[in-house]
């Protein structure tokens, strides 16, 4: 695909069929992940690729508490918003549920882990919530995002099964001082699949020079 294709199509994509992926085309996509620069070059990160279904079973019952949760809030703060946004959350959430009933039947669900001690954190003494360790993780997680549209496979990042890590990483044998920071289902899709995006306008999200000032 022409790269700038599938930037802008990289939707988030949570009906998957079940039909295997092949594994020229799995690696394909994981080498990809291979790419991905990281500080120091350190590549703190590796992936779980689990396609068997018990353990994806057992991913997808702890996935569904959490997305339960998670989606009844998200439900109810919608409850006053427009109708157009409320549509369209509700698109998104009947999706999630798809996702979260469907997950053990993803043919591969990619468990992305991180070794904390070697990221390089350059906001770590910032009074403030740190982020720059995972700019070493997320452009592989991307990089493998972009290869599944590449491929015509669906994906969607996900993260709630960080909340419960621990059972995660006992049901993977993940050691110390590994970490899970992204989960990604991916298989072909059950429809369109990827496709348009809605973004805030560049406008709004680039300055020139001075913050707030237009480009
Ligand atoms: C850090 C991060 C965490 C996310 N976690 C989840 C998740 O746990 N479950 C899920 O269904 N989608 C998850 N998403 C997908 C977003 O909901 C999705 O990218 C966003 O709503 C935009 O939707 P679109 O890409 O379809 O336009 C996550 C995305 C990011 C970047």
């Not at 390089?120 to 995002?145: C, E, F, H, I, M």
């Not at 909340?163 to 991916?186: F, H, K, Q």
Request: glycine share 6%; proline share 7%; with cysteine.
């Amino acid at each position: 695909m022409e790269l700038y294709d599938a930037m802008k199509s990289l939707r988030a994509v949570r009906r998957l069929r079940p039909d295997p992926i092949p594994d020229d085309v799995l690696r394909r996509v994981l080498e990809a992940a291979t790419w991905a620069p990281s500080g120091g070059n350190v590549q703190p990160w590796r992936i779980v690729v689990v396609r068997e279904r018990e353990k994806k079973a057992t991913l997808g019952t702890l996935y569904a508490e959490r997305w339960k949760a998670y989606s009844q809030v998200h439900r109810a703060r919608l409850a006053n918003a427009s109708e157009e946004i409320r549509a369209s959350s509700e698109r998104m959430a009947s999706a999630g549920d798809y996702l979260a009933e469907h997950f053990a039947d993803t043919p591969a669900v990619l468990v992305h882990c991180f070794n904390p001690g070697a990221l390089a954190v350059t906001d770590a003494k910032q009074d403030r919530l740190s982020v720059v360790g995972g700019a070493s993780l997320y452009p592989a997680v991307q990089n493998l995002l972009l290869a599944c549209r590449n491929e015509g496979l669906g994906c969607v990042l996900t993260t709630l099964l960080c909340e419960v890590e621990s059972e995660v990483r006992a049901l993977l044998g993940i050691p110390d001082p590994w970490y899970t920071d992204a989960m990604i289902p991916i298989g072909y899709p059950v429809g369109r699949g990827h496709g348009p995006i809605s973004r805030r306008p560049l406008e709004k999200m680039v300055f020139a020079e001075s913050w707030g000032e237009s480009l």
